[in-house]
């Protein structure tokens, strides 16, 4: 399958503070890249979906002023976590699909975990 | 919306036996997909198996292999010759039609492997 990376694999940081999260598709084009949030030993909560060049649609409850999601290329797409506080802690997937290598199927990145002391 | 539900928080298996997983989706849509996505304790998702739900045959792979019921919408996924390998998170998830629309997933099975 394709492959996603994620960067960084973890992060600790302040309360108040901004966090970057990157998600990139490494050998194919992805259209569309969705972001997760999953706390222990439970399900994928998808946050928000991004496309290329558009603004994010953001699942109810998920607030887009906090979790800013960018995907400003074909390979890329960045979520910020700003003003994080400590119930923001929690593993953030992003996974990603389009184009022919991935009809059908999202091909997920390593996740990230975020401390908010 | 769709709806996935797996009722088995945990199961356990004795290594190289059988265990099977299920899971019940909800939707009034006919052109959708099936998966079943495994996260080992590194929480690196991976697939398992992708069923189509035009196609009456059963997916298969290796060792893994899903008894879909299109008409009781069910869609359960069997592991044979347990390894401790596959003892790990195991996630149903429904995905509408051949685009890249998101992917809709239940509450997760614990499989425990036991040696």
């Known amino acids: 399958g394709a492959v996603v990376s994620q960067h960084p694999s973890w992060v600790i940081c302040k309360s108040g503070t901004s966090v970057k999260i990157e998600c990139r598709s490494l050998?194919?084009?992805?259209?569309?890249m969705f972001w997760y949030r999953q706390f222990p030993k439970q399900s994928l909560m998808l946050m928000a979906t991004?496309?290329?060049?558009?603004?994010?649609?953001?699942e109810q409850g998920v607030e887009k002023d906090k979790f800013l999601i960018n995907h400003a290329s074909l390979t890329l797409s960045t979520l910020t976590v700003t003003s994080a506080h400590p119930e923001d802690s929690s593993f953030y997937i992003c996974?990603?699909?389009?184009?022919?290598?991935?009809?059908?199927?999202?091909?997920f990145g390593p996740g990230t975990r975020l401390t908010v002391l | 919306a769709q709806t996935v539900t797996q009722s088995q928080p945990e199961m356990s298996v004795q290594e190289a036996e059988t265990v099977t997983l299920s899971c019940t989706y909800d939707?009034?849509?006919?052109?959708?997909?099936l998966f079943w996505y495994k996260q080992p304790p590194s929480r690196q998702m991976i697939l398992v198996i992708r069923?189509?739900?035009?196609?009456?045959q059963n997916a298969t792979e290796n060792r893994f292999s899903v008894n879909f019921q299109k008409a009781a919408k069910s869609f359960s996924l069997k592991i044979s010759d347990s390894q401790l390998g596959d003892a790990a998170m195991y996630f149903c998830?429904?995905?509408?039609?051949?685009?890249?629309?998101?992917?809709?997933f239940g509450a997760g099975t614990t499989v425990t492997v036991r040696a």
């Open positions: 996974s990603a699909s389009g184009g022919p290598r991935s009809y059908n199927e999202q091909f």
């Open positions: 050998d194919f084009q992805a259209t569309t």
């Open positions: 991004s496309n290329e060049g558009s603004k994010a649609t953001y």
């Open positions: 939707t009034s849509e006919s052109d959708y997909y």
């Open positions: 069923q189509e739900a035009y196609k009456q």
């Open positions: 998830a429904y995905k509408l039609g051949r685009g890249d629309y998101k992917l809709s």
